[in-house]
């Protein structure tokens, strides 16, 4: 609700944060989250927010509800005793390589779920972020919902409420549409 940004801006960088939550990337989430809020003109920082859905206590939820939800879409879901099978080799080396092996197994339906379960939830996370913000900043935080206010009077002028006072011009005064 204090992001000094308009609402479109804060949920697209939800949004986009969201999606990010859902996808097999842990350890890079907020990495892949700055570059992607730059080049789509999102709010860097409420994406840095959404990614946080993805954290220690929930990550292993949601790869699971994303392996499981691809692998139903392709049909082939590893079972658990395929699993173990896998594991249960002699050697660290056996192992190792059964490792990989799940992991690549396991990749396709991870990123596919992951993609579609994002998709789903960052589009409900735009959705939700517009509204509360939309909602909640005019009666909460006055003085950020009228910062983003822009106002053209039927003379062309444009009429800067607020913002404009740290691009040096009087507040409520005219300035040019370049500065809103």
Not at 57 to 66: A, E, G, H, K
Not at 133 to 161: E, N, W, Y
């Amino acid at each position: 609700m204090t992001l000094d940004d308009t609402p479109h801006r804060i949920a697209l960088g939800m949004a986009i944060g969201v999606f990010i939550a859902w996808t097999p990337t842990v350890g890079v989430q907020m990495l892949a989250v700055i570059p992607i809020a730059c080049l789509l003109g999102a709010n860097r920082i409420a994406g840095l927010i959404g990614v946080y859905l993805s954290n220690p206590l929930t990550f292993l939820p949601m790869y699971w509800l994303d392996y499981r939800f691809g692998a139903a879409l392709l049909g082939n879901p590893l079972t658990f005793d395929e699993f173990r099978g896998i594991l249960a080799r002699e050697g660290w080396a056996e192992c190792w390589w059964g490792l990989v092996g799940i992991g690549l197994e396991m990749a396709v339906p991870m990123w596919l779920g992951g993609i579609i379960l994002g998709t789903i939830s960052g589009l409900i996370g735009y959705a939700a972020t517009f509204w509360l913000v939309g909602m909640l900043r005019p009666s909460k935080f006055p003085t950020l919902a009228r910062s983003h206010q822009t106002i053209i009077a039927t003379d062309g002028q444009v009429d800067c409420p607020i913002a404009a006072s740290s691009l040096g011009t009087r507040r409520n005064g005219p300035c040019r549409a370049s500065e809103v």
